[in-house]
């Protein structure tokens, strides 16, 4: 199977297939983090090179509730449409399977609702951190090892905080988003698994 990894530099979905026997490329505009295939620059150039399946990480930086304190200037200077713009060329690429995974956010309200909606903690990890899929011609995730949703701590606001996400929060500014945005191992695994068939 030929796998495209859009959008991704940890190379966790692209090993995971890879380790299964698939052709799997990974893409960004960053340098891949682990040694693998990977291609440096915009994956649009890559939609047509006959993949099976895409598995897409577009940038959530102007789509995420996260950062909905921001959406007005955002929406004012085009770049939350230019971000709406890319996933729906995602979405409409000519690949028979695809999903498009993405936190919480504006997709679900300006494109359209997810398919699923998982967590971490499903796939092995003590983690909570609610991600969007939306599919094309796949079946939804399933559940591989549900573990405890892991620790939580209080901040100074009095806003609970899982742990995992402080300890990102609390890395380099330049480091923090892409820890952030980084597919955990079980998930990656369990797209691997299932949809790699």
Avoid at 24 to 38: M, Q, Y
Avoid at 76 to 88: D, H, N, T, W, Y
Avoid at 131 to 140: F, Q
Avoid at 157 to 184: H, I, Y
């Amino acid at each position: 199977m030929r796998v495209l990894v859009a959008c991704e530099c940890s190379g966790a979905v692209r090993d995971a297939f890879a380790a299964l026997g698939h052709y799997a490329l990974s893409c960004d505009i960053k340098e891949t983090e682990e040694p693998g295939n990977h291609h440096v620059g915009d994956v649009l150039e890559l939609l047509n090179e006959g993949w099976d399946i895409m598995i897409a990480h577009p940038p959530c930086t102007h789509l995420a509730v996260a950062g909905a304190r921001y959406f007005k200037e955002k929406q004012a200077s085009g770049v939350q449409q230019q971000a709406l713009e890319f996933v729906r060329q995602l979405m409409a690429a000519p690949i028979p399977k695809i999903c498009v995974e993405n936190p919480v956010g504006v997709i679900s309200t300006q494109i359209r609702r997810p398919h699923q909606r998982i967590h971490p903690w499903q796939f092995g990890h003590e983690a909570e951190k609610t991600t969007c899929l939306w599919l094309k011609n796949l079946p939804r995730l399933q559940p591989t090892n549900i573990v405890s949703k892991g620790e939580f701590v209080v901040l100074k606001n009095g806003k609970r905080m899982t742990k995992w996400l402080c300890n990102a929060s609390n890395s380099a500014p330049g480091v923090r988003s892409t820890v952030r945005s980084r597919t955990f191992k079980g998930i990656a695994e369990a797209m691997a698994a299932q949809w790699g068939i």
